[in-house]
């Protein structure tokens, strides 16, 4: 089956800065793909030349196996970007009814309000809006057209916890019904929860690509924790295998990349050790050690 989204041996330069460095990534239908990578990785890039805003220097860009105007020209695409401003003055639901009409086959403004969590909004004007709700705005457009393809450049910034969580259950449920859903972010829990995969780009390169289960086994690094009686930090480093430890009062945690020697020198040195837990890596660690080379 064709992917929705092919990228093959995309390169992009501005100047002297190589932004995008032979990257290729396909996407299929229906999958939620989070772009992750430090600030100057090259994903609002990557977004740009994906959606056919930028033009790469070498490399084939395509949609459903074709050019990306045409999809954008036919409503299949939708796309919420860092950049870009409203219309001053004008009311929420007026801006969204003006975007519908460009669309061959929108959905209804009170559906677009619902999932972007606008509901009871629609005669705000777009200039009076906080940070968060001109966020949800920005994803309403996006939404308008009825997409076939969502692309979301940090879609939840400045959006509080709990809106963050209720859009991205409105996305997954949107991503049930065949819709194929492609966003950059900061908020590594997001990516965590919310995606099928992830796409961890550096240097304009992707360095990882798989689940959040399959990113974080890379490191190859499991966390013990535990509560113990007056903890001694530098005999807690020596254990075998142990990285890094953290010492909270009585609450201790260690990273591994040993965690069988390590519990069983800790279970050694405090055999009463309490409430012991043995979990695998987090996402931060992996995303860290997956671009740290690339920063240093």
Known sequence: MTPVVSLTDIEKSFGAVRAVDHLSLAVDAGEVVALLGP?????????????GLLRADRGVTELWGGRPDAAVSQGRVGAMLQDGGLMPGVRIDELLRMLR??????????????????DGLGRRQVDRLSGGQTQRLRVACALIG????????????????????SFWNAMRDEAATGRTIVFSTHYLEEADTFADRIVVIGGGRVIADGSPTAIKSTIGTRVVRCELTR????ALVSLPGVTAIDVRRNRVELRTVDSDATLRALLARYPAASDIEVTGAGLEDAFIALTRPLAA
Do not use: C, H, W
Request: proline share 11%.
């Open 39 to 51: 600030n100057g990785a090259g994903k609002t890039t990557t977004i740009s030349i994906l959606l």
């Open 101 to 118: 009409a460009s669309y061959p086959a929108p959905m209804s403004v009170e559906r677009a309000m619902a999932l972007a969590q606008l």
């Open 146 to 165: 009825d997409p076939d393809l969502l692309v979301l450049d940090e879609p939840t910034a400045a959006m509080d916890v709990e809106a963050r969580r």
């Open 231 to 234: 903890p001694d930090a530098p």
